[in-house]
């Protein structure tokens, strides 16, 4: 047995077919019976890998990516109104569809399920996991299968809520929730779900009332990720969030990024000025971070000393003295950034100004001849420099250390494997933006490749507003930002709109996407 399984360790699935003297089944487009799939215990399916796929008048063919699975066979005859035949399939093939039709953990919640047979659901709720070591391991189990398949899908985050007679799990992925498909019986452990993430993140579990914050690190596939995780209570239960982060630099630089042409000569010119205020603006969630960071890989050196404060540190950057946020000791981005001017740093980064007190500290960084980048929440870049004055900083000071603002926004890249051509004539195209006869568009489809989404990976749109003089005449005479804008559209800049009309005319996303984005009255 133990040759055997060796054996089939190293053989690839046509070697295994030829080995066993089995067929080789494709199930990228395989559509399953539901009737046939109800034939057989779920747990079994779930827990063995073993997918029904068709049954005729002779036999009922099952996919499998081990045929040594002798024992199992034997037991899915017992259910079978036919005898079994195997044919081979990939692994994680069968994963995916059996996730789609049985949920997500299928054969984990069964078997929770199994375990508390003879108690109530209240008594399991309320022991939680800490009274049966079965049942902690499978809840761990759980845990851990949510966080594979998010992490295999792409997912930036998970979304656990507790709904009444339900609890919910949503994917963020590229930007957008997606429910997951899992069996309705996981309401039932929803405490011991939260408690389980609790103990991971090192929070109090007997604390339900307050919010709490934690975070724990994974290794999956040799990848690092880091796992931020956010309780809040809410009606029905309490509902978490965990972030996931790839916590390594692989891979982090500004051709990363993706920065258009014309904007990246200009950016590494700003990048290494000796000093001045350089700012990036967007929402949440529109890879404000990681443009940064690819601009902190760009300008590092030996000659250079680099320091951040953060909340929270998303990345590890070599040569970087990165420092972590901690408000319930006192450690703010203020406190923080004081400090650090007593380090002897060339360029700073200051993850957020939230405050006045942030913003007349990163001020008087850049007037002492450090270059300081940092970000704020506008919905463009003329509204940085408003926004810095309504902080409390003055105008005049805003207009001799400003060096440059960028507002970015992330859009959709469509699925190439599965994108369809559209007839311009059927779309609504914006009245504002041109295009040419030869411009072709495309839409969303779904396949394997996308998870049905039609959608894989995102793509980052940019506008970015250099300070000149007359750009630094209006800042010390409070224009408003309508005016600034107007100023710097005359002067060649390229609005995010416009950023993500070029995008959609050159096919790498589609008009729904656009509007999604950017409605009808977004940056005109």
């Not at 498909?181 to 929803?190: D, L």
């Not at 796992?227 to 239960?237: K, L």
Request: with cysteine.
């Amino acid at each position: 047995m133990i040759v055997i399984q060796t054996e089939k360790m190293t053989l690839t699935i046509q070697e295994m077919a030829e080995y066993y003297g089995l067929a080789i089944t494709d199930l990228s487009d395989f559509t399953p019976n539901v009737d046939l799939l109800s034939l057989f215990p779920t747990s079994l399916l779930s827990r063995e890998n073993i997918l029904p796929i068709s049954l005729d008048s002779r036999v009922c063919r099952v996919a499998t990516s081990d045929p040594t699975q002798l024992e199992i066979i034997h037991l899915l005859e017992r259910h079978s109104p036919r005898p079994i035949e195997m044919v081979l399939a990939k692994s994680e093939q069968i994963k995916r569809i059996l996730n789609q039709q049985l949920g997500v953990a299928g054969s984990t919640i069964h078997d929770l399920v199994a375990m508390s047979e003879e108690e109530s659901p209240q008594l399991v709720i309320d022991k939680e996991f800490s009274g049966d070591p079965a049942q902690a391991s499978s809840v761990i189990k759980l845990v851990n299968e949510l966080i594979s398949v998010a992490l295999s899908q792409r997912a930036s985050d998970i979304h656990i809520e507790p709904e009444k007679n339900e609890l919910v799990v949503r994917f963020r992925i590229d930007g957008v929730l997606y429910q997951q498909n899992i069996p309705p019986e996981t309401e039932r452990f929803s405490a011991a779900i939260v408690s389980r993430i609790k103990i991971m993140a090192h929070l109090n579990i007997a604390e339900k009332r307050l919010p709490q914050d934690g975070r724990f690190p994974l290794h999956q596939h040799g990848k690092e990720i880091d796992v931020r995780v956010s309780v809040i209570p809410s009606y029905h239960g309490e509902s978490v969030v965990l972030r996931l982060l790839n916590g390594t630099e692989q891979g982090l630089s500004l051709n990363s990024v993706a920065l258009p042409q014309t904007i990246r000569a200009e950016w590494n010119n700003l990048i290494h000025r000796p000093h001045g205020l350089i700012l990036v603006t967007g929402p949440t969630g529109s890879g404000k971070t990681t443009t940064l960071y690819g601009s902190m890989a760009e300008i590092r050196s030996q000659s250079t000393k680099i320091m951040t404060v953060e909340d929270p540190i998303e990345y590890k950057l070599r040569q970087v003295s990165q420092i972590q946020v901690q408000s319930d000791i006192g450690l703010d981005f203020a406190a923080g950034l004081r400090s650090i001017l007593r380090h002897d740093p060339d360029v700073i980064l200051v993850g957020e100004i939230r405050d006045q007190e942030t913003a007349r500290m990163a001020v008087q960084a850049a007037m002492t001849g450090h270059l300081v980048f940092s970000t704020l929440h506008t919905n463009d870049a003329a509204g940085a420099i408003t926004r810095l004055i309504d902080m409390g900083v003055e105008p005049y000071l805003v207009a001799s250390i400003l060096e440059a603002v960028m507002a970015q926004r992330l859009v959709r890249r469509l699925c190439v494997s599965c994108r369809e051509a559209v007839d311009p004539q059927s779309l609504e195209l914006p009245e504002d933006l041109s295009t040419d006869d030869q411009t072709m568009f495309y839409r969303a489809k779904g396949c394997k490749e996308c998870h049905g989404i039609g959608y894989n990976g995102r793509q980052a749109i940019f506008e970015l507003l250099r300070m000149d003089h007359e750009m630094r005449r209006l800042t010390t005479a409070r224009a408003d930002s309508v005016t600034v804008q107007n100023y710097a559209k005359q002067n060649g800049m390229t609005t995010l709109r416009h950023s993500a009309w070029q995008i959609v005319c050159s096919g790498v996303t589609s008009i729904e996407e656009f509007y999604r984005v950017c409605p009808t009255d977004f940056g005109t």
